[in-house]
């Protein structure tokens, strides 16, 4: 996992991570567990959004972890991806 820093402003940072399509769920997880996350973004290599979706605490336990499921195999088809991370400060 390759992780960049990008643009910040008052309230938000914004980070990129490469990774292998089977490493994303494990990398998103690791993620969620660290907190303070608003929105979450999937690239494939050529640029292309595959997944995104805001973070808020209801959504991280009833709808996020099933849909992650499903994500991950198809993240895993496509190979090397971009995870794009917005957070609170």
Same mark, same amino acid.
Do not use: W
């Given at each position: 996992?390759?992780? @960049?820093?990008?643009?910040?402003?008052? #309230?938000?940072?914004?980070?990129?991570?490469?990774?292998?399509?089977?490493?994303?769920?494990? +990398?998103? #997880?690791?993620?969620?567990?660290?907190?303070?996350?608003?929105?979450?973004? =999937? #690239?494939?290599?050529?640029?292309?959004? /595959? $997944?995104? $979706?805001? /973070? +808020?605490?209801?959504?991280? !336990? =009833? $709808? $996020?972890?099933?849909?992650?499921? !499903?994500?991950?195999?198809?993240?895993?088809? =496509? !190979?090397?991806? @971009?995870?794009? =991370?917005?957070?609170?400060?």
């Amino acid at each position: 996992m390759k992780k @960049t820093k990008k643009k910040s402003t008052q #309230k938000t940072k914004k980070e990129e991570y490469k990774v292998s399509g089977k490493d994303v769920v494990n +990398t998103i #997880k690791k993620l969620v567990k660290e907190g303070n996350i608003r929105h979450i973004l =999937v #690239k494939n290599s050529s640029g292309k959004v /595959l $997944f995104q $979706f805001p /973070l +808020t605490a209801g959504v991280i !336990g =009833v $709808f $996020f972890l099933p849909v992650l499921a !499903g994500f991950g195999a198809i993240a895993a088809l =496509v !190979g090397d991806c @971009t995870i794009s =991370v917005e957070r609170n400060k």
